[in-house]
């Protein structure tokens, strides 16, 4: 899981060109969106699309996107939840 | 009577080099257009974390405005200041990056933040965020640089009323390639306002 974390970090940086921050600025817990990281709808859209891409793992139902994607910590269980 | 126009100032950048008013404000030898955007972009201290999630035709436009504005005598205001721009290749570059994510059937996931820029005129949507314009704007693609345009463009947008300043000129990059001529037309400088000032500007 803690792997799993650093893993997601370091793709949000890097997919979300996030070029002022490293995988310490964000800890597990912050807010994605709004007044934590204040990623935007293109980033959810990326973010959809990490799910996709990296882990197999389409969402079905946009309205649990606010859920999955509050936290780092949201992010990894889903994906430990959902994954093959 | 028409009101007398001037080139405020100008910027340009081409062969990894920025020009402000005719005198080299940075250069240097990186090899990567990207990473020379970045050098520019911390050399002028800017703090816009916006600024890397752009595609690189805007972050060419974003950064020569940031020079413009911040070494204008004008005051750039949310209604006043029109912005026009042209260029030859559109967005051809992000558009090569777009297709290249969708060729694979199988492996086929196109980037919602690439995709956004696949149009030229985005530049200046970030341009007009950055400094909260609500005002005339208009991007032409070209197949170079027309001063003709430029010129008749610029003045009857200041002429007209619809503007009192234009943010202007051309921005092309393509590939590895950048040439970047951007100006600002307003009621106060020393260069007057001509076509043929314009493309001596971007020639010399």
């Known amino acids: 899981m803690e792997n799993l974390k650093i893993e997601l970090k370091e793709k949000i940086i890097e997919n979300l060109n996030l070029e002022d921050l490293s995988i310490d600025d964000i800890q597990d817990d912050d807010t994605l969106f709004g007044d934590g990281l204040g990623l935007d709808s293109i980033d959810a859209l990326e973010l959809i699309v990490i799910l996709d891409k990296d882990y197999g793992i389409k969402i079905s139902d946009p309205k649990k996107g606010k859920t999955i994607f509050e936290s780092i910590n949201s992010m990894a269980q889903f994906i430990m939840d959902n994954r093959n | ?204």
């Open chain 2, 1 to 204: 009577m028409d009101k007398k126009l001037y080139i405020h100032n100008y910027c340009k950048i081409k062969n990894n080099s920025v020009n402000l008013n005719g005198e080299i404000i940075y250069s240097d030898k990186e090899t990567e257009m990207t990473v020379f955007l970045k050098n520019v972009y911390h050399f002028l201290g800017l703090k816009y974390a916006k600024f890397f999630k752009m595609d690189s035709l805007s972050k060419i436009a974003f950064l020569t405005s940031e020079i413009l504005v911040n070494n204008a005598k004008i005051t750039i205001k949310e209604t006043n200041t029109a912005v026009v721009l042209s260029n030859n290749a559109s967005s051809l570059d992000t558009d090569r990056k777009h297709q290249k994510s969708i060729s694979d059937p199988d492996n086929y996931f196109p980037s919602p933040s690439v995709f956004v820029y696949t149009l030229p005129n985005i530049g200046i949507g970030e341009i007009s965020i950055r400094h909260g314009l609500k005002s005339e704007n208009v991007f032409f693609v070209f197949s170079q640089y027309n001063e003709t345009v430029h010129y008749t463009y610029e003045n009857s947008l200041i002429q007209s009323g619809k503007a009192t300043t234009v943010l202007s000129g051309w921005t092309n990059v393509d590939d590895q390639s950048v040439d970047v001529f951007m100006y600002l037309i307003s009621e106060k400088g020393s260069i007057p306002h001509s076509a043929k000032e314009l493309i001596k500007l971007y020639k010399n």
